[in-house]
Nanobody
Framework: QLQAFGGGSVQAGGSLRLSCAASTRTFSSYVMGWFRQAPGKEREFVAA????????NVADSVKGRFAIPRDNAKNTVYLQMNNLKPEDTALYFC????????????????WGQGTQVTVSS
């Protein structure tokens, strides 16, 4: 089971850190990813990180502003979001998968519920 939290309302230029906690002892064997979906839009891949943390994929739309660290000891993956823009407003949720290629292609083994991020101008 995956649980995302840490969303909220911020002004443009602000920062937020989302957390996704996994209730499984096999967390460290999964690739973890973040997605977002804005009202009326399709789900968008945001970022993913390999099980060891050695490889990441980050969408071009957030590259240089978002980072995706993970802490396997805490069964948690984070999404550090800096320099937020109004277009980052969306429901953010996390997922677990077997490979970076699969999760980047929206193929997840487990999906969590979302946490809302709202960025005002």
């Amino acid at each position: 089971q995956l649980q995302a939290f840490g969303g909220g309302s911020v002004q443009a230029g602000g920062s937020l850190r989302l957390s996704c906690a996994a209730s499984t002892r096999t967390f460290s064997s999964y690739v973890m990813g973040w997605f977002r979906q804005a009202p009326g839009k399709e789900r968008e891949f945001v970022a993913a990180i390999s099980w060891s943390g050695g490889r990441t994929n980050v969408a071009d739309s957030v590259k240089g502003r978002f980072a995706i660290p993970r802490d396997n000891a805490k069964n948690t993956v984070y999404l550090q979001m800096n320099n937020l823009k109004p277009e980052d407003t969306a429901l953010y949720f996390c997922a677990a998968s077997g490979t970076l290629e699969r999760i980047t292609s929206h193929i997840g083994d487990y999906w969590g519920q979302g946490t809302q991020v709202t960025v005002s101008s």
